[in-house]
């Protein structure tokens, strides 16, 4: 007859809870929310893109991982997301390349104006190997560079009148991302640029601070500064990039296989930004047309010829100069 000690029953027994607690834990622990930040509210092609992200990311894991956007603005303006994404504060981040500029050098090149010929060359260019080139820059700065989105063109609006030369932009206060290099590019045409974080535009604008801003069909639109800034003139000078990049600190956490989870989930997003972009840009277009807006054409020729002081002061060394000819030469 088999006689049991009372003790080591119980032992065995509490031994056995721990390690079911234990394993319940490694579970759980196993299962990761990342954080991302954007600017953008809901709804926006770039929010979007992000939240399709995740569902990719989370079927390939098989539910293990994930990421939770917090768009709006919600986390902080792009240049504070930016250090908290350096800082590992946050995980993923979606911020327009131009605030980068000063950090990333690289990041300066898609920021010059009027470099790419056409949308769908950008695209190109940004889903090729020069794209890749200046995503692999982002390392050096604890950041993990994933994917380019659409910005679509970029274009200036105001509240005084239609600018078809860069004599109308005169003495205009110009809000800016802050850059150095939109800073130069503002006042080569002449304007005043009023560096300011996006957030804070309408209620510049409603207030005077600032007579005018430049931006893309969609941001127009989604800030509603359409209702206080009628003019909107297609000089569509910037095709400026959207940017996704990780945290290298969250990125250095991730096993091997994991981080190629991560990369295939971003590039899988790209495409379908790009579908959520053009559908985008037509609603946007339609809307302001709509709402009161007058477009207005514009003879790009002169705000061309005001541009080469601008790349003469950024684009110096020999890697720059050599890039910004092979994106000139793509198709």
């Known amino acids: 007859m088999i006689r049991f000690n009372a003790k080591l029953l119980a032992s065995a027994s509490a031994l056995v809870a721990v390690a079911l607690i234990s394993g319940g834990t490694a579970a759980a622990a196993d299962k990761i929310v990342f954080r991302s930040a954007d600017t953008h509210v809901d709804g926006y092609p770039t929010v979007e893109a992000v939240k399709y992200m995740s569902e990719e ?30 800082l590992g504060v946050l995980d993923f981040n979606r911020v327009n390349l131009v605030p980068l500029n000063n950090i990333i050098p690289l990041t300066q090149i898609p920021s010059l104006p009027f470099l790419f010929k056409s949308t769908e060359q950008a695209q190109r260019v940004l889903d090729g190997p020069i794209g890749q080139e200046i995503l692999d820059s982002f390392a050096e700065k604890n950041l993990i560079g994933l994917a380019f989105y659409d910005s679509g063109a970029r274009s200036f609006y ?4 239609p600018i078809k030369t860069p004599e109308d932009m005169k003495g205009m206060k110009i809000r800016v991302q802050q850059s150095d290099l939109m800073v130069g590019m503002i006042k080569a045409l002449g304007a005043n640029p009023t560096p300011m974080p996006f957030g804070e535009v309408y209620g510049a604008l409603q207030t005077g601070a600032i007579d005018g801003a430049e931006n893309n069909w969609p941001s127009y639109y989604s800030t509603r500064h359409f209702e206080v800034a009628k003019y909107y003139s297609l000089s569509q000078h910037l095709m400026v990039p959207e940017v996704l990049m990780m945290s290298k600190k969250s990125w250095d956490k991730l096993s091997k296989d994991d981080q190629k989870l991560v990369r295939d989930a971003a590039k899988k997003s790209v495409q379908k930004m790009h579908e959520l972009w053009a559908a985008q840009e037509k609603i946007a277009h339609e809307a302001v047309v709509k709402g009161g807006s007058q477009i207005n054409e514009v003879d790009k020729q002169p705000f061309m010829d005001a541009m080469k002081p601008v790349y003469d002061q950024y684009v110096t060394d020999k890697k720059m100069k050599d890039m910004v000819e092979r994106i000139r030469a793509a198709k």
């Open 158 to 161: 105001n509240m005084k009148h």
């Open 57 to 86: 990311l989370s079927k390939a894991s098989n539910g293990r991982l994930s990421i939770k956007v917090f768009p709006a603005s919600q986390l902080g303006e792009e240049k504070d997301t930016i250090e908290q994404t350096q």
